[in-house]
Each structure stands twice: as C-alpha cells, then as structure tokens.
C-alpha cells in the first residue's frame, strides 16, 4: 500500500463523512419544518409547553434598538470584527508556506422585547438561542489598531490584537422591525415561542426573515448538493485506496 495515497484517501474520505453528518442536520430540519403546520399565532399560548409549532407573522417590538454600525432601527441586531491573519509554518518538506486564518475579535449580539402577530393574534418570542436569519447591512473592512474610527471597547480590543500581517472586516446583520418573519421553536412557561427545553428530541429554533416556503427551497438545494459532493469525496476517497494498494504493490 501507498503510504501517500492512503492518507489523501483517509482525508478525503473524512471531508465526506462531515458532508454527511451536515447532509443528515439539514435533512432533520427538513422533516421537521415539513411535518409541522404554521398555527395562528393568537393560538399558541393554548398549546402544551414543548409542543413545536411554527408561525408567520409580523415581528413587532416594544422598543426599537439602534444597530451598532448601520445605526438603523431594529429587533435584532448582531455586529462583528473578524481579523483575517497571515501566518506561515513549514511543511513536510521544511518549506515555508503561507496560511491565512480568520478569527472573531469582537461581537455584540442584542434583541428588544419582541412579539409575531398576525390575524390570529400575537404571540411573544425570546430570541435567546434562536439559529436567527437575519439581513446583512454591514460588511467592509474596519480601521486597523491605533486608527481614531475604532474607538471606545472595539480599538482596546483591536489595540491588543494588533498584528501587522493583520487585516480586519466589520459584519453587522439586523432584524428590522415590522417585517415578515417565520418562526419555528417550541410553546414556553408564559405561552411564549423559544428556544427547546433541555432534553427535548427537537434541536431546532429558528427565526428567520425568510418564509416557509424560501427556507424549504433552499434547504432542499443544499440536500442535493449536498448529496453530490459526498458522492463525490466518498468515490474518490475508494478511488485513492484501491490506487494505493496497486502502487504498493507494483
């Protein structure tokens, strides 16, 4: 057996079964959304607590905030650093090769009180654990360390990460107020709609400025492409051992 050829086979053969594993998450989410129905929202305080429900609606909330770095109104709001890093390391063969890494320097995460109505009614939602998809306002790369536009937390932050091989991008993504979203999570103490109790069989709650119908789409074209690339390492992970095992032996 090729010793080389082995383990690219090995690599590739992992890279295929994380594909699977995230395959099998998607396709859980999937079966989920698909098996449940979007009940009204005035309806779900009469519901059990656990029970999963899913609802669509406006989102209404008592206070608007003001994202971070757009300053516009909103629900929701999430604003990021990310420094991207060069580095090199040396390979197999004492060469030095350049790698680049990229690590989150700074968050801020925030929600008001927030609540979906619809014709049915209104029910309140806790955004805390929630998979939120939100709407991208902020991404552009930031002043670096020292510069008088990072001020206050952030330049304290960047000043003690400063790298010259450092470069670094602000991201902020926000949940306006009164706009569609769909919900999907489980009934709470209160009648509120939040992330599962510790326990459940259910692993998802999800807010999102996407519908029913947008999220089922796109998660079906993830499945399938999915399903592709896994064919395709999986195959060529055999591909690499049988190869291995003809030059080892020749």
Known sequence: ????????????????????????????????????????????????????VEVAGTLRVRTPLTAEFSQKPCAWFKAEIEREEVYYERNSDGREERRTRTTTVYTNLKYGQCLVEDTSGKVGIDFDGADVEAIQTVKEPTAPPG??????IIGGVLSALSNTNSTYTRKESILPPDIPVFVLGEVQQGGLIGKPAKGSKNKLFVISHKSKEERTT?????????????????????????????????
């Open 1 to 52: 057996m090729n010793i080389l050829l082995a383990v690219f086979a090995a690599i590739t053969a992992l890279i295929g079964l994380g594909l699977l594993w995230w395959r099998s998450r998607v396709a859980r989410e999937l079966k989920v959304m698909t098996s449940v129905e979007v009940s009204g929202a005035g309806t779900v305080a009469a519901q059990p607590v656990g029970q999963i």
């Open 147 to 152: 510069q008088a536009s990072a001020s206050g």
């Open 218 to 250: 796109s998660l079906t074209k993830k499945a399938k492409w999915l399903f592709v690339f896994i064919v395709l390492f999986l195959g060529t992970a055999a591909a690499l051992l049988a190869w291995s095992v003809v030059k080892g032996e020749g």
